[in-house]
């Protein structure tokens, strides 16, 4: 916003959420691409507290969709781009679990001070300014992942 203000250069500000999909890292740290490499690998999935923090995961080609809707608009922002649907990390878990392996075992480990509790976007200015909402569930995104991360971690063992 300086940059705007002081320099007068046309910007576009996006608060970008939790966002999933095929071509991520798959050791990364984070939670979605967590649970679907280790539940790939055979490994347990690790929850950490009580597993009742929730988080909100948006598919990548959603939050491409709301960002080229930002930029061709005449809104500066900030907007936040995200899913509002939450899903404790337990559920989570579960729904990998489904997808991938349904003997899948989940590990409970301590959780560090500083996890929030919930983090859920809320997306109203984009709707109403932007026309834009996901649209794609995590059901039907998560198989999507899946199948690139089994493709890379088995087939393609340097493609990691």
Request: charged residues 30%; glycine residues 6%; aromatic residues 8%.
């Amino acid at each position: 916003m300086d940059y705007h203000r002081g320099a007068n250069v046309e910007v576009r500000i996006a608060r970008i959420f939790n966002t999933y999909g095929p071509r991520m890292c798959i050791d990364d740290g984070r939670v979605v691409s967590n649970f679907v490499a280790q539940a790939l690998r055979r490994q347990p999935l690790t929850v950490y507290g009580d597993g009742k923090q929730t988080r909100s995961f948006q598919y990548v080609s959603d939050l491409v969709e709301g960002l080229v809707q930002l930029m061709e608009s005449e809104h500066i922002g900030p907007f936040n781009l995200g899913n509002p649907s939450e899903f404790t990390m337990l559920e989570l878990a579960n729904v990998v679990k489904e997808v991938i392996d349904p003997q899948a075992k989940i590990e409970f480990k301590e959780n560090t001070a500083d996890d929030p509790h919930k983090r859920k976007p809320d997306i109203t200015k984009a709707k109403n300014l932007l026309h834009w909402e996901p649209k794609i569930t995590l059901e039907k995104g998560l198989p999507l992942m899946v199948e690139d991360f089994r493709q890379r971690i088995f087939e393609d063992p340097m493609g990691l």
